[in-house]
C-alpha cells in the first residue's frame, strides 16, 4: 500500500484481491483493530490506522503463506471454547469435534459418576478441556511428549478454570499402572511423504507424521491401550480419512469389541473405537 488514507473497506478488498479469502481477512483485520467482525462491517469506511498497516501488510502476507489463521490470532474456538494456540501445537480442527461427541456419548452411556478419561497426545489441551468442561465430574488426565505443547495447554486450562491433570511424556508412559474409564486420542496420522505435508508445514511435524503408511502411532496406542482401560472402557481414536478400516483391523486383533465409526463433517470416517471386555 502506498502512503495515502486506506479505508477498512479498502484494505479488505486489497487482501482479497491478493487471494485471501474474505473471512479470513475480516477475523485478521478484527484482531489487528482488536474489534469484533460486526464491527468491521458497520465501520468500513473508516481509516485503518497508519501505525497498522505495516503490521495489516505482514498478517496477510503470513496468511498466504498458508500460516494458520489460528497462529496469527493466538486464539482459536473449539467445542464453544476459546483456546490459545501458537506454533507448539496443532491448529484444532473442527473434525476433532466428533471425537469430543463420541466420548461424551461413551461417558454418558456407561461411565461410573466420577470417570477417569485420558487424553494422549493432547497438543493445546482441545480434547481433553472440550471434555472437562461438558463432563465436570470426570477426572481428566492428558498426556504430551511436547514441554511447549504442554505449557500452552497448561495454560488454556488455567484460564478456562478447567480441571485436568498434566503429564509430560511418551503415549502411556506417564501413566504406567493406571486405568481409566475411556482413552481418546487424536495422535499424528500422516505419512512421512503425504502430499499435504507442504501446505501444513507451519505446524510442527512431530505432531503429524506417523511413519511410512502414516499408522506406526496408531498401532502403538491399539497394542497398548487395553493395560490402561478398566473393564468395559473405551479406546476411540482420531485417524486419516481413508485409514479406518486398518485401525479397526488394530482394535479387534488386540482383542477389542463393539468396533465402530464416526464420520467426520464431510462424511469421511474420521474417528474408530472399541470397547475392552467388560468381564
Known amino acids: 500500500m502506498d502512503n ?13 484481491a491478493r487471494g485471501l479469502e474474505r473471512l479470513d481477512a475480516q477475523l485478521l483485520l478484527g484482531h489487528l483493530l482488536q474489534r469484533p467482525r460486526t464491527w468491521l462491517l458497520t465501520h468500513d469506511d473508516s481509516v485503518l490506522p497508519a ?3 505495516a503490521r495489516w501488510d505482514e498478517l496477510v502476507a503470513r496468511r498466504l503463506d498458508q500460516v494458520p489463521l489460528a497462529y ?3 486464539r482459536h474456538e473449539f467445542f464453544g471454547l476459546a483456546l490459545d494456540v501458537t506454533p507448539a501445537v496443532l491448529d484444532p480442527r ?8 463420541w466420548a461424551l456419548a461413551c461417558l454418558q452411556d456407561a461411565a461410573p459418576p466420577h470417570p477417569r478419561v485420558l487424553d494422549l497426545g493432547t497438543g493445546s489441551g482441545a480434547i ?3 471434555i472437562a468442561h461438558a463432563w465436570p465430574a470426570a477426572h481428566v488426565h492428558a498426556v504430551d511428549l ?9 495454560r488454556n486450562g488455567e484460564r478456562l478454570g478447567l480441571r485436568v491433570q498434566w503429564r509430560l511424556g511418551r503415549w502411556f508412559e506417564p501413566v504406567a499402572n493406571e486405568r481409566f474409564d475411556l482413552v481418546v486420542s487424536n495422535p499424528p496420522y500422516l505419512a ?3 502430499p499435504h505435508l507442504p501446505a501444513l508445514r507451519h505446524e510442527p511435524r512431530q505432531a503429524l507424521c506417523a511413519g511410512a503408511d502414516g499408522l506406526d502411532d496408531l498401532r502403538h496406542l491399539c497394542a497398548g491401550a487395553a493395560a490402561h482401560l478398566a473393564p468395559g472402557g473405551w479406546l476411540l481414536l482420531e485417524h486419516g480419512h481413508d485409514q479406518g478400516g486398518a485401525v479397526a483391523t488394530l482394535l479387534r486383533q488386540h482383542g477389542f469389541a463393539e468396533v465402530a465409526h464416526r464420520h467426520d463433517l464431510a462424511g469421511h470416517v474420521r474417528c474408530t473405537g472399541g470397547r475392552r471386555d467388560p468381564v
Request: a negative charge.
Open 4 to 16: 495515502a488514507e486506506v479505508t477498512l473497506a479498502e484494505a479488505l478488498r486489497a487482501a482479497q
Open 51 to 53: 501505525a497498522a498497516r
Open 72 to 74: 496469527l490470532t493466538g
Open 94 to 101: 473442527p473434525d476433532t469435534e466428533t471425537l469430543v461427541e
Open 128 to 130: 481433553a478441556l472440550a
Open 146 to 154: 511436547s514441554e511447549a505443547a504442554l505449557a500452552v495447554a497448561r
Open 192 to 194: 512421512d511423504d503425504d
